[in-house]
């Protein structure tokens, strides 16, 4: 396999923007009697999320380029993991991550990553789509730092 280097992942990421449903209306809905698509996706937390969205300079600063996954939600990076090693934003810092497979092959399947009291677990499921060799698949996310929990449904990005 070709390696394709993580910029050329995320210019393919940046290119996959798309509208999700704020906190807001997901609540307007559940008022309204609607339910969560059957798809397996979790609704939003209403609260300010714990994890913030990683800029460009932030990841690159701190990970060497190289196969690895990306975790987006509504188009912004919230998790970089490049062969062992990771990184998230929370609390408007920047945290390196422990527990990253060092293959391709183990991060796809997602995992529990680590930092601090910072805690990421990522659970990809159903079929993933290919493009560029690139693939991404729905993951359902849970997120825990300083006593506040998270969950949400976003896209789990692996590629070399």
Same mark, same amino acid.
């Given at each position: 396999?070709?390696?394709?280097?993580?910029?050329?992942?995320?210019?393919?990421?940046?290119?996959?923007?798309?509208?999700?449903? @704020?906190?807001?209306?997901? =609540?307007?809905?559940?008022?309204?009697?609607?339910?969560?698509?059957?798809?397996?996706?979790?609704?939003?937390?209403?609260?300010?999320?714990?994890?913030?969205?990683?800029?460009?300079?932030?990841?690159?600063?701190?990970?060497?380029?190289?196969?690895?996954?990306?975790?987006?939600?509504? =188009?912004?990076?919230?998790?970089? @993991?490049?062969?062992?090693?990771?990184?998230?934003?929370?609390?408007?810092?920047? =945290?390196?991550?422990?527990?990253?497979? @060092?293959?391709?092959?183990?991060?796809?399947?997602?995992?529990?990553?680590?930092?601090?009291?910072?805690?990421?677990?990522?659970?990809?499921?159903?079929?993933?789509?290919?493009?560029?060799?690139?693939?991404?698949?729905?993951?359902?996310?849970?997120?825990?730092?300083?006593?506040?929990?998270?969950?949400?449904?976003?896209?789990?990005?692996?590629?070399?």
């Amino acid at each position: 396999m070709r390696p394709i280097p993580l910029l050329m992942l995320l210019a393919l990421l940046a290119g996959c923007e798309a509208e999700a449903p @704020t906190p807001r209306d997901v =609540a307007a809905g559940e008022a309204e009697g609607l339910a969560p698509a059957a798809t397996g996706a979790i609704p939003p937390t209403p609260d300010a999320a714990i994890l913030q969205p990683l800029t460009r300079t932030e990841f690159e600063a701190r990970l060497e380029s190289g196969a690895g996954c990306s975790l987006e939600r509504d =188009a912004d990076l919230l998790v970089v @993991t490049v062969m062992g090693d990771g990184v998230a934003k929370a609390g408007g810092r920047v =945290a390196d991550l422990g527990g990253v497979p @060092t293959t391709l092959n183990a991060m796809s399947e997602g995992g529990r990553f680590t930092a601090g009291d910072l805690s990421i677990a990522v659970a990809p499921f159903g079929e993933g789509t290919l493009e560029e060799g690139v693939v991404g698949r729905p993951a359902r996310v849970e997120v825990r730092s300083a006593g506040r929990e998270e969950r949400f449904t976003g896209r789990w990005v692996c590629g070399s």
